[in-house]
């Protein structure tokens, strides 16, 4: 029962590092941290095929700024979803044999 549980938890991290020379950008890095959960029992229950549930933060952190003297402007503004926290479900519906996929994201 328990290795059951365990394997319907998934951890995944990441991250990556971004250094310029001449200070020509930000030197910064990158990182995500996330779970999921796959709801077996309940997909049983209501006849999906599967049904999980994935939570996911990202983050920026800037290490050392960028020379104002050697550029025009920073890259911060163009680092879309800096300190950001994703929610999606998900869930496989079989219908005659054909799998549906349902995600929705926040």
């Not at 319907?8 to 250094?19: E, F, H, R």
């Amino acid at each position: 029962m328990l290795k059951g549980v365990i394997d319907q938890w998934k951890l995944y991290v990441g991250a990556i590092y971004q250094q310029t020379y001449d200070g020509k950008d930000a030197d910064f890095i990158r990182y995500s941290a996330g779970l999921s959960y796959h709801f077996n029992s309940l997909a049983e229950a209501i006849g999906f095929a599967e049904t999980k549930l994935s939570v996911q933060w990202s983050g920026d952190e800037t290490l050392d700024y960028e020379d104002v003297n050697k550029i025009g402007y920073s890259s911060r503004k163009a680092r879309l979803f800096r300190n950001t926290v994703l929610v999606k479900p998900y869930s496989n519906k079989t219908t005659n044999g054909v799998i549906t996929p349902w995600v929705y994201a926040m």
